[in-house]
Structure formats: structure tokens, C-alpha cells
């Protein structure tokens, strides 16, 4: 569903990015777009940031979240921004970020880190903290960011990392003067050195392609784990995930008494805050936030989101093999429309998304869709599908070698504005000949769903961890990438962006150049497809603080922080 890329509610885990369900109301994460009746400014970051002596010791706290995932790898393939969260609580959060996107070694784990150059290449040193343990006692050294490169550096090793960006230009990981100091050492210089390791490192037990890509299949290993808080409870089918402090942790006392996730649709979810079994719930749209309206003793957060809701179609599927019918798709598509939709009577409007590289508010931004040509123009999608032999059969739909632009479009959760756009998708596609089926899913679904390609279109968000967006460009449009499943990528783009945008030692240098060739690969490829980028907005009972501590997740725009400052105010 990433720092980018991480799939909302399906996610890549280790890499920028992640996927998450669009539209998807539920939970506490903001994925959900929206914004208020009245006239309301949206600042970057909204997240009730407070000291720890304005916090109280003890207490509990209940979130709700789209999915109590089955892959509780966070840097499988399959793993999801879902994925991510629940694993910040029990495994080790070795860097923090600022909103702005900054990073910095996490001192429970980190003395230092310092980035130079030896040789001509870009080198790593980093010590690590000497009390650090994981939960089965043994030392946190530099073995582990050795396993973790060697997991995340190649899909031709057996392992199935979410993206191996960063990983992939590293030539060895090696220890220092003790077994406490790692070295890390890039081939040449590399231009984002400080993306590496920034979602966390794999115990060194995870040690085979096996246990990497099914050891964590219904199982957490908590005794893999290391952090201020363990898990207590992990029941996918139940959808409940429950963490406590952990009496190995060396660093500052976690300030609750247990942390609960539940898996919610968007129905339970609004109801169960409601009720009070929750602490906190996304109410991103105009329906929710009405039914919160009244309620006392809770706070309305809103922040801007670094997220993409955007289309994607199956390109292996035989209604989309041919270029000029994805193309068509596409401008076929009223992205105002949906706009307008997703933020009805909400008072807040924004420019189209445009890329996935980067965000309107960042630096040598561009929008790439309209670079590479595109336009809403049903009368001229009409034309290229005529050209392209698809005829419109009496039903309104278009036909071709027996085959018919009927597509399964499923959409995660019962939400109002969902459906809404969904049907309004509907009834543009209609016009252009393609018979668009909507399909109501459960959330619990969605992971599953999507790894199998159990759809032919889909609608979902790509949020991201950090603000590097070029250094992440292989994890969007690599034909091996784990996150982009349209099957669009070729050999031929590879080649171009391993030696063309990879090879560029200037980070500023080579987003300029990831721009201008996200929008020639959109106009060769349409496989996904950014529509806008949106507010996170929740409800929260009045005193929690320091909120989305996780990466991937909404109030605190790319921050990271530690989770064991998560609590209720005095």
C-alpha cells in the first residue's frame, strides 16, 4: 500500500514508502482525507507534543487500526505501514525523526553515527549503545545492521525485502573496534546516506530467506524484539495486539501501563470511540467528524499528510496488457471530481497530487502526471480506444477479441465517502465503455488482497517515512518493486534508473533528475496514478499526548518519536 512507500494499510516496510487502504477512515492513523466545516488552517504537524514531566506515570491506552496484520515482518514484501506501527512498539526504534523530516540517532540505541567519506566512498561509523539488549538478553551489536543490510540489499538472495534502496549501494557492514561499533561502507559516494537503517534493524536470528520471509507469518517473535515495551497479546484472528512494558528495557520508563491495538472497519471503529473502547480514531471525513461533533473531553487534531491516494490497475490482467487502454483509463479519470468528493463540505480543496516523488510544499517539485500528458478528456480516451479496436457493444461496453472492459474494483471498509467516490468512478468510466464493478471488502482483507492481485483496479495510499523522495524511486517504479504491483516496470526502465538517476552523487542534482523521469516513465507505463495528497484529522481524548509516535503515520508529518513518551497529561 512506503517511506513512500508504504502502502496504506498495505505497506513496504522497510523502505520510505508504504501502502495504506484510500479513504479508509478507521483508526487512529489520519490516512483518511478530510478537513472541516469551517474554515480551518491546517498547520504541518498537529500531534500534542509534550515533555515527560507533563506526563503522568501509568494508564492505558486503546487504538484502533486498520489491520492486525498476518506478516509481522516490517521489512517483507508483504508487510504493510500497519505492519510498521505494531512493530515500532516492540522493536527497536534506533532513529528519530523531527517533522521537518531530519533525522537523528535515537540515544537509547545509538551514541553516534557520523557520516563522512573515506577513500572515495561513503562511510558510516556508529556506536552503539552499550546497555542495549534484545529480549532473549543477547547484546544489540553491529551484527544486526550486518543482517539487516544483507536482508534488504538484494531479491536475488532469496530474501523478499519491501525495496532495497539504500541497501543495494552499501559494499559492507563490518564491526569497529568492538563488537559495539559498526562501520558501514558505501561503493563510491552515495547522495542519501542517512536513509539507510531509518525503519529499524532485524534481529541477527533472522538470519535465512526462510525465516525472513515466513518466520514472522502469524508470529511476532517477541523475544526478536527489544524496546521499552514487549508484547503481551498477538491475535490476528481477533484482531488485537496488546504491548506492556518491558522489564529488559534500559532507557527512560514507558509511560503507560499497556498499549492496545484493535483492528476496526469504519463503522466499529467510529463506534467504538465513541463508546469510549478507544482513544482515538480518524475522522477524515465529513460524515465522522459530525458524529464526533458533540462530544466532550476529546481534541480535533489536523495536520498535513505526506501521502498519495492514487489509482493503480493490473496490467496482467487482459483488459489492461495494452499501453493505450491504461492511457485512456486515466484520462477517463475527473481527478477534481474525486477531490470534491473525498472533501465534501469540508471546507478544504488543494492542488492535484502530480507525483510520488515528492510533495507540492518540497523543492523542484512538479506535476508529473500533466508532464507526462495526461489531461481529463473523456472525448479524447474515447478516440484512443476506438483506434485501439475497442468496440462499444449495446450494453455501453467496450469489447475486443472477446474480451470486455469489465473490471473488479474492490474497495476496504463501509465508509459513506468512500463509496462515494468509488461510484463516481464508476460513472466516469461508464462514459469511456469500461463497466466498472464494486466490490465491498473487509479491512482485514486488504494485505492479503492486494498481494495476490485479488483485483483488477485499486485505490490505496502510498505514505511516506521521510522526506527523500528520489532516494525511493526504484521502490515506485522498479519492475521488481514490491509496492508498485500494476506490472509495468521493464528491464529497460531499470537499466535507466539504476545508471542514469542512481549514479548521481548530488542529492539535489538527482531529484531534479527523478522528476523529469518519473513523468517519461508515467507516459510509458500508466500503472499508477497519484490523485491527491489530503489532511490528517482525528479525534483524541482530551490529554494524550505526544501522538503517531510510529513512522507512516499521520499527525506528526515524517516525525518519529519514542514511543515510551506516549501518555496522558497531569
Not at 522489564?247 to 499497556?258: A, I, K, R, T, V
Not at 476496526?264 to 459530525?290: C, H, P, Q, W, Y
Amino acid at each position: 500500500m512506503k517511506r513512500h512507500q508504504k502502502l496504506m494499510s498495505i505497506a513496504a516496510v522497510s523502505g520510505a514508502l508504504a501502502l495504506v487502504m484510500s479513504g479508509c477512515a478507521s483508526g487512529d492513523t489520519g490516512d483518511s482525507t478530510g478537513g472541516n466545516d469551517k474554515k480551518t488552517e491546517v498547520s504541518q504537524a498537529d500531534y500534542n507534543p509534550q515533555p515527560r514531566e507533563n506526563l503522568k506515570q501509568g494508564g492505558d491506552v486503546a487504538f484502533a487500526i486498520n489491520e492486525i496484520t498476518p506478516q509481522m515482518n516490517p521489512f517483507h514484501g508483504d508487510a504493510s505501514a500497519d505492519t510498521t506501527r505494531l512493530a515500532s512498539w516492540y522493536t527497536p526504534q534506533v532513529f528519530l525523526m523531527d517533522p521537518d523530516g531530519t533525522p537523528k540517532p535515537n540515544p537509547a540505541y545509538l551514541e553516534s553515527w557520523e557520516i563522512g567519506e573515506e577513500g572515495g566512498n561513503t562511510v558510516i561509523n556508529g556506536t552503539i549503545n552499550a546497555d542495549a539488549v534484545w529480549n532473549d538478553g543477547s547484546p544489540i551489536d553491529w551484527t544486526a545492521f550486518e543482517q539487516t543490510w544483507i536482508a534488504n540489499r538484494s531479491y536475488d538472495e532469496g530474501y523478499t525485502p519491501n525495496a532495497t534502496d539504500g541497501y543495494k549501494e552499501i559494499a559492507s557492514v563490518e564491526q569497529g573496534e568492538t563488537a559495539k561499533d559498526v562501520v558501514v561502507t558505501f561503493d563510491g559516494q552515495f547522495a542519501w546516506p542517512q536513509m539507510v537503517f531509518l525503519t529499524g534493524i532485524i534481529n541477527p536470528h533472522v538470519n535465512t530467506p526462510e525465516i525472513f520471509n515466513e518466520g514472522f507469518i502469524e508470529e511476532p517473535h517477541a523475544e526478536w524484539g527489544a524496546g521499552p515495551y514487549k508484547v503481551e497479546e498477538y491475535d490476528s484472528k481477533g484482531q488485537v495486539m496488546t504491548f506492556v512494558p518491558n522489564e529488559n528495557w534500559w532507557g527512560n520508563e514507558p509511560m503507560l501501563d499497556e498499549v492496545t491495538f484493535r483492528g476496526l472497519d469504519d463503522s466499529a471503529s467510529i463506534n467504538a470511540f465513541k463508546n469510549g473502547e478507544i482513544d482515538m480514531v480518524g475522522v477524515g471525513t465529513k460524515d465522522r467528524l459530525e458524529q464526533v461533533s458533540d462530544m466532550e473531553g476529546i481534541e480535533i487534531y489536523r495536520a498535513m499528510q505526506t501521502a498519495n491516494t492514487l489509482l493503480e490497475v493490473d496490467s496482467e490482467k487482459p483488459q489492461f496488457k495494452d499501453l493505450e487502454v491504461r492511457k485512456a483509463f486515466y484520462m477517463g479519470l475527473n481527478v477534481e471530481q474525486q477531490m470534491k468528493i473525498a472533501w465534501n463540505g469540508l471546507d478544504y480543496t488543494e492542488e492535484p497530487g502530480g507525483s510520488f516523488v515528492l510533495y507540492s510544499f518540497q523543492p523542484h517539485f512538479k506535476n508529473s502526471v500533466v508532464e507526462a500528458g495526461w489531461e481529463y478528456n473523456p472525448d479524447k480516451a474515447n478516440e484512443i480506444l476506438d483506434e485501439a479496436g475497442w468496440t462499444l457493444n449495446d450494453d455501453g461496453v467496450r469489447e475486443k477479441d472477446g474480451v470486455k472492459l469489465e473490471v473488479t474494483y474492490p474497495i476496504f471498509g463501509d465508509d459513506p465517502t468512500l463509496k462515494a467516490g468509488a461510484q463516481s468512478l464508476q460513472q466516469m468510466m461508464k462514459e469511456i465503455g469500461f463497466k466498472v464493478n464494486i466490490d465491498v471488502r473487509s479491512p482485514q482483507d486488504f494485505s492479503t488482497d492486494y498481494t495476490s492481485k485479488n483485483w483488477d483496479i485499486m485505490s490505496l495510499r502510498f505514505t511516506a517515512s521521510d522526506p527523500f523522495g528520489a532516494a525511493w524511486f526504484c521502490q515506485l517504479y522498479c519492475s521488481n518493486s514490491g509496492l508498485n504491483l500494476s506490472a509495468t516496470g521493464t528491464e529497460e526502465i531499470d537499466k535507466r534508473i539504476h545508471e542514469e538517476l542512481e549514479s548521481i552523487t548530488d542529492s539535489e542534482e538527482q531529484t531534479v533528475k527523478a522528476m523529469e523521469m518519473e513523468a517519461e516513465i508515467m507516459s510509458e507505463t500508466w500503472g499508477i496514478f497519484p490523485l491527491y495528497n489530503g489532511p490528517s484529522i482525528s479525534a483524541v481524548k482530551e490529554g494524550l499526548a505526544n501522538l503517531t509516535p510510529e513512522p507512516y503515520v499521520g499527525l506528526d508529518l515524517f516525525g518519529v518519536t519514542p514511543v515510551e513518551n506516549v501518555g496522558w497529561e497531569k
